[in-house]
């Protein structure tokens, strides 16, 4: 047992530490963008939208469940629990609203002009506010059972068959009725987001295949001036859309077993825990690698640091010098 709690404590401490510094590197590089007056796609302001998102929910869940592998107990009183599994719950659901956002914008960005698509551009960017305010309103009301039925742990606490043990936190739903009915909705909407997402994937997909056909021909006759913008963007949505269903799949199959057991194990419940991070966790990197913007200002960042550093070790070289 002691291997399995070293194993958890590693791999944890490595997802809050990796998610919360990678989502907060890309959304205060979103932040630099903005402060330098460069143009903002509608792509950029959902992702920025999305690692602000992943930093809560890596921050929500797993930092107290690295905490709680440390051996801490009684983390939270039961306000501090509703507030931190609603949370959680919220961001969680925001995350997978605005991948399927972000896969449908880009479905639209991309869409050749013959396309049905391609009337929604225009209206793209107008609408985009609406729709980021009507997700996170629809993430918090999936939510509301947090604050309803979670309370701190309690030490040697009898559970019923209906109770979500987080260790730190308990969901004790009132009956059968309300816990079944409360998960298959959850179940519902991942679903179909990901199902929507995936078809926006697909389309994304054959339109990548079709321009790559007509790069072929662009460069037989020596025209081609290489990948464009919303082509690697495109990428970058199937990517993420390919890592949410994996990870997300894995998360919802292991919430769908818990529903056939009377009492779910630790290990199942830090198993699910632990790919329902994951996707937050990797976001950051395929940006960085992906979004030219972001990694020039990660980059610009950089060797401002490194100029001041140099700056100032000169400075202490020169008082040195002086003083003698």
Request: charged share 15%; net charge positive; with cysteine.
């Amino acid at each position: 047992m002691e291997v399995y709690q070293t194993t958890k404590l590693l791999l944890f401490l490595v997802l809050s530490l990796t998610g919360v510094q990678g989502n907060l590197t890309v959304f205060l590089a979103f932040i630099h963008i903005a402060c330098s007056g460069q143009k903002w796609s509608p792509s950029d302001t959902i992702t920025v939208n999305l690692s602000f998102t992943n930093l809560l929910l890596v921050t929500c869940r797993g930092v107290p469940q690295t905490l709680t592998a440390f051996g801490l107990k009684n983390l939270f009183n039961t306000p501090g629990c509703k507030f931190i599994l609603f949370c959680f719950r919220t961001m969680r659901a925001a995350s997978i609203s605005l991948t399927f956002l972000l896969s449908i914008s880009q479905s639209i960005i991309i869409a050749p002009a013959s396309s049905r698509l391609a009337v929604l551009k225009k209206s793209l960017p107008r609408n985009l506010l609406c729709s980021l305010i009507w997700f996170w309103l629809l993430s918090g009301f999936t939510s509301i059972a947090s604050i309803l039925y979670t309370k701190a742990a309690e030490i040697n606490a009898t559970l019923s068959s209906f109770t979500l043990n987080l260790e730190y936190c308990f969901t004790v739903f009132p009956g059968k009725t309300v816990y079944e009915g409360t998960n298959i909705m959850v179940l519902v909407r991942d679903t179909t987001m990901i199902a929507l997402m995936a078809s926006a994937s697909w389309y994304i997909v054959y339109i990548l295949f079709k321009h790559r056909k007509q790069v072929k021909n662009i460069c037989s006759s020596g025209h081609h001036r290489g990948v464009s913008a919303e082509t690697r963007a495109a990428k970058a949505v199937i990517t993420l859309v390919i890592l949410y269903v994996i990870f997300f799949g894995i998360d919802n199959m292991i919430w769908i077993y818990t529903f056939s057991v009377p009492k779910v194990s630790t290990q199942i419940t830090d198993t699910r825990v632990f790919f329902s991070l994951l996707y937050a966790t990797i976001f950051p990197l395929v940006i960085i690698l992906s979004n030219k913007k972001v990694s020039n200002s990660i980059n610009y960042v950089m060797v401002l640091i490194k100029y001041k550093e140099a700056a100032t070790a000169i400075v202490k070289d020169n008082k040195a010098h002086v003083s003698k």
